[in-house]
């Protein structure tokens, strides 16, 4: 008699991207719906409360009731796997796509001077080297 009762799943598509890689993900869920829409009185005084879903003539808006239920059931970090490892904090390369690739050991800033030197050195041992 207060008014109807509405019941009922509804599934939604979702797209959006992974947290730790930025792969676009896409997927779907479904979600369970229940909320009593009341008849609106008019004489019931117009103190409602905002929560009370209402009735508007023979109609009754599934907006609301849909787009709280869908908000709460998104995952709150997606991600594209369970076990994504992310991006190489080096170069930002996936690393599921190339789960194995290294990097050479950076070289100590306070030796990078001598590593030039020696690479001179080296080129020019080369030249003086070479074979007449
Ligand atoms: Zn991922
Ligand atoms: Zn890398």
Same mark, same amino acid.
């Given at each position: 008699?207060?008014?109807?009762?509405v019941? *009922?799943?509804?599934?939604?598509?979702?797209?959006?991207e992974?947290? !730790?890689? =930025?792969?676009?993900?896409?997927?779907?869920?479904?979600v369970? =719906?229940?909320?009593?829409?009341?008849?609106?009185?008019q004489?019931?005084?117009?103190?409602e409360?905002?929560?009370v879903?209402?009735?508007?003539?023979d109609?009754?808006? &599934?907006? #609301?009731l =849909?787009?709280d239920?869908v908000v709460?059931?998104l #995952?709150?970090?997606?991600?594209?796997?369970?076990d994504? #490892?992310?991006?190489?904090?080096?170069? *930002?390369?996936r &690393?599921?796509?190339?789960?194995d690739?290294?990097?050479?050991?950076?070289i100590?800033p306070?030796w990078?001077?001598?590593?030039?030197?020696?690479?001179? %050195?080296?080129? %020019?041992?080369?030249?003086?080297? !070479?074979?007449?």
């Amino acid at each position: 008699m207060e008014g109807v009762l509405v019941t *009922g799943a509804a599934s939604a598509a979702l797209t959006g991207e992974c947290v !730790r890689c =930025l792969e676009p993900i896409t997927d779907e869920i479904e979600v369970e =719906l229940q909320e009593l829409f009341v008849y609106d009185d008019q004489d019931h005084d117009s103190e409602e409360d905002d929560e009370v879903s209402m009735l508007e003539d023979d109609l009754l808006d &599934l907006e #609301p009731l =849909l787009r709280d239920a869908v908000v709460l059931a998104l #995952p709150f970090q997606p991600v594209c796997e369970d076990d994504c #490892p992310g991006l190489c904090p080096e170069c *930002g390369a996936r &690393l599921r796509d190339d789960p194995d690739h290294a990097h050479a050991e950076p070289i100590d800033p306070r030796w990078a001077g001598l590593a030039a030197l020696a690479q001179d %050195q080296q080129d %020019q041992d080369r030249s003086t080297n !070479r074979p007449e």
